[in-house]
């Protein structure tokens, strides 16, 4: 049974904040501004991206609720009714409330009913898994249609105040993201018959290597021990007063994505999976510009790169959104960009985590 | 970018080798002492530890190189000069290794007298054995392997030793002064490559050989902690 995503939608909350808007909105830690902001944004080449909290920090959105209006988006534009909808996978790095899963509080706020559901959690490549485990629901003939929604509300993380919470200065790992993740939320609806001009599913596989690296990218651990968790402390304010909420991105590990990254697109060739000559289309979810050149020139190193021409991504206008930010990639290349039946695209979802790298390989199809 | 161009099975060669080279790094992630050295809980007595059990790697890999040089005829005199002058830079690297070793609290005759642990004499066995073959082709997979480490100890290891023992880089020169040429040796590689990579069965010697010094190096690496004494 083949599977095909028929239909997309995203959804970015509030107006587009440039680089220089960033830091009236999050607020000046102590009073300061940045000396990093510069350098950081700089390096990951982003212009433009959104966030669902204003300037007063009131949130102008749920992650649950920004989840909702993709998904919507998404059916807006497909043969399919919220009733007709019989399974959904949501994925999430943070939900609203830590319990229950994400997928039930979207499912609420959707209101889809009697639906088989999935929650994915983790950072970048949670929406792959998400979309993996509908595309292997329906493959089997479980479910004729899935809607598989990725969402992040990251923001909430970069106020001012939940730095100051912290203590005194902040350190380099702790304050990166700030200037890297922002929020917004994409979906896509899977059925296993095709609808007009779609993407047929080739196959879609992961390959994670947690064994072999330490964590790289964290919110749970203070800075300066890797074996406490935030629910040790004996109050969640103690937990926050020692750093242990502040989202961290270890930038000493982060290179190895770009090895890693490579390293599962050698093997995919090797399995006969990807044929790099075959590829039209490559989205790839690299974090930041810097990174996107370190994977094409070691791509062209291996004797397998992939033309300048034929990358397509929309990180320096959208922001990058974490696990949605392929999704939301996905739903603008489809209505925006050329692409002719028989076109071939690779998705590349390198997460850094704790490196787990996932890929998909879709056709452009027309019944 | 590719700044020369590779004959296709070298071409072919070099992708694999990547493959084999993420494979060895992901191999060193889950040695102990490394994962240790990773999380900064590591301290000079194991930076030592470690430097004793180099030694004996350094002081036989200058061996295989000068006998692998020698196993090379003259359809492959071009071969012998550039692997000749590698091993001639190499050859007493063994001794800013011993001042390092001091400098970091060690008795210069501990790391003299220490043996070889039984991960170095599996991969000096292994090479020598591969050395004294005629026109050893593969071993380029060895210096491939062996040529990456340097490149991880310069970038990685040295600064994250420092870190975690507080030092000020005056007893991890060895390791620095490995990164300091590199690019060099890295575009000698290549060019070696090229040149010794021009059949699928020179590819799958290149590779296997590859695959098994990093497999015994990582031996090496997991027996620095190990005891005999015991």
């Given amino acids: 049974m083949n599977v095909y995503i028929t239909s997309s939608g995203h959804f970015l909350p509030g107006p587009a904040i440039n680089n220089e808007e960033i830091e009236p909105l999050l607020g000046l830690v102590h009073g300061k501004p940045s000396r990093l902001r510069r350098r950081i944004l700089q390096s990951n080449g982003i212009q433009t991206r959104h966030y669902a909290i204003d300037a007063n920090h009131n949130t102008t959105i749920s992650n649950a609720g920004m989840a909702a209006k993709a998904a919507e988006h998404c059916l807006s534009s497909s043969f399919l009714g919220k009733r007709q909808i019989k399974m959904l996978s949501a994925a999430t790095s943070q939900g609203d409330i830590v319990l229950p899963g994400f997928g039930s509080m979207l499912q609420a706020e959707l209101g889809l009913s009697d639906i088989e559901l999935h929650s994915s959690h983790g950072i970048c490549s949670s929406s792959l898994m998400a979309l993996k485990a509908a595309f292997t629901n329906l493959k089997t003939g479980e479910q004729p249609n899935a809607l598989v929604v990725a969402s992040e509300l990251t923001s909430r993380l970069f106020k001012a105040s939940r730095y100051e919470a912290a203590g005194a200065e902040l350190d380099f790992n702790a304050e990166f993201l700030r200037w890297m993740l922002s929020d917004g939320a994409g979906a896509l609806l899977l059925e296993t018959q095709p609808r007009g001009k779609c993407f047929r599913i080739d196959w879609i596989r992961s390959f994670s290597h947690a064994d072999a690296y330490p964590v790289c990218m964290s919110v749970g651990y203070p800075s300066n021990s890797p074996h406490t968790s935030w629910q040790d402390y004996a109050s969640y304010a103690e937990a926050e007063a020692d750093g242990a909420l502040l989202i961290r991105q270890d930038v000493r590990l982060l290179e190895n994505i770009v090895k890693l990254g490579v390293d599962g697109y050698l093997r995919l060739i090797s399995e006969g999976r990807v044929q790099p000559d075959k590829i039209d289309h490559v989205l790839c979810h690299y974090s930041s510009h810097y990174f996107k050149g370190k994977i094409f020139d070691m791509m062209q190193r291996a004797g397998v790169g992939i033309a300048e021409h034929k990358w397509y991504s929309n990180l320096y206008s959208r922001g990058n959104t974490g696990c949605a930010s392929i999704f939301i990639m996905l739903d603008e290349f489809r209505t925006s960009q050329a692409h002719q039946v028989g076109d071939t695209i690779l998705c590349m979802v390198p997460e850094s985590g704790r490196f787990n790298n996932a890929y998909m390989q879709l056709t452009v199809v027309e019944p | ?230």
């Fill in chain 2, 1 to 230: 970018m590719t700044e020369h161009v590779l004959n296709p099975h070298s071409q072919q060669c070099l992708q694999a080798l990547m493959r084999v080279w993420f494979d060895f790094e992901r191999q060193l992630g889950r040695v102990p002492l490394l994962q240790r050295l990773e999380r900064g809980q590591f301290s000079k007595a194991d930076y030592c530890q470690l430097l004793l059990n180099w030694r004996q790697q350094v002081i036989e890999g200058s061996r295989w190189i000068s006998r692998c040089a020698s196993s090379f005829d003259r359809d492959y005199s071009d071969v012998r000069s550039t692997i000749i002058g590698h091993a001639r830079e190499e050859h007493r690297d063994y001794e800013m290794l011993e001042r390092d070793y001091v400098a970091a609290g060690g008795n210069l005759a501990d790391i003299q007298t220490a043996p070889r642990n039984i991960g170095t004499e599996a991969l000096h066995g292994f090479l020598m054995y591969r050395a004294s073959q005629p026109n050893p082709v593969d071993l380029v997979g060895a210096m491939w392997i062996i040529e990456g480490l340097g490149q991880k100890m310069a970038d990685n290891w040295a600064a994250q030793i420092d870190r975690a023992t507080g030092g000020d880089g005056s007893y991890t020169r060895f390791m620095r002064y490995h990164g300091a040429n590199d690019d060099n040796h890295m575009q000698k590689l290549y060019q070696l490559l090229n040149r010794l990579c021009q059949s699928p069965a020179q590819l799958s010697a290149i590779v296997r050989t590859a695959r098994v010094t990093a497999k015994l190096y990582c031996l090496q690496l997991e027996e620095t902690e190990h005891d005999y004494s015991e």
